[in-house]
């Protein structure tokens, strides 16, 4: 896991912000053939580390305490809405979701006509952005 991650959130955490759920080898494996994706690692790292949550606000869809892939359950949901396949919410932000291009490991944005933006070339550079903005508002 990114240093400078763990370092912003070791700082601004707070009680409730991370759930810490336990995420195994197994549920990674069984989350990506639902998916019929393959994880990045970075991606990997928070769940392992965090489970599910974020600071300031700011909420990265992960795993749930009780070994609930939320993550897996919001894609297939928003597949049914036309969400491509090789795409993996992480964020649902109401009028977008943002998501994890499996093919490409970078982080877009994809709104609900189906229109697809880049914004970070990979999942630490969106976390630490988005952290960043997160503790600017604090």
């Known amino acids: 896991m990114n240093s400078q991650i763990i370092e912003?959130?070791?700082?601004?955490?707070?009680?409730?912000?991370?759930?810490?759920?336990?995420?195994?080898?197994?549920?990674?494996?069984?989350?990506?053939?639902?998916?019929g994706v393959k994880l990045p690692e970075q991606y990997i790292a928070f769940l392992k580390m965090y489970g599910h949550g974020g600071i300031g606000g700011i909420e990265t869809i992960g795993v749930g305490l009780t070994g609930r892939l939320i993550f897996v359950d919001t894609t297939l949901e928003y597949r049914e809405e036309e969400l491509p396949d090789n795409l993996v919410v992480i964020e649902n932000v109401d009028e977008w979701l943002t998501c994890i291009d499996s093919n490409t490991g970078t982080i877009v944005s994809w709104d609900f006509t189906g229109y697809i933006?880049?914004?970070?070339?990979?999942?630490?550079?969106?976390?630490?952005d988005q952290m960043n903005s997160a503790i600017e508002n604090m």
């Open 8 to 35: 912003m959130i070791k700082k601004y955490e707070q009680p409730g912000d991370f759930n810490h759920a336990f995420v195994s080898d197994e549920m990674i494996l069984e989350a990506e053939s639902a998916l």
């Open 117 to 128: 933006k880049e914004d970070y070339s990979c999942f630490d550079e969106y976390l630490i």
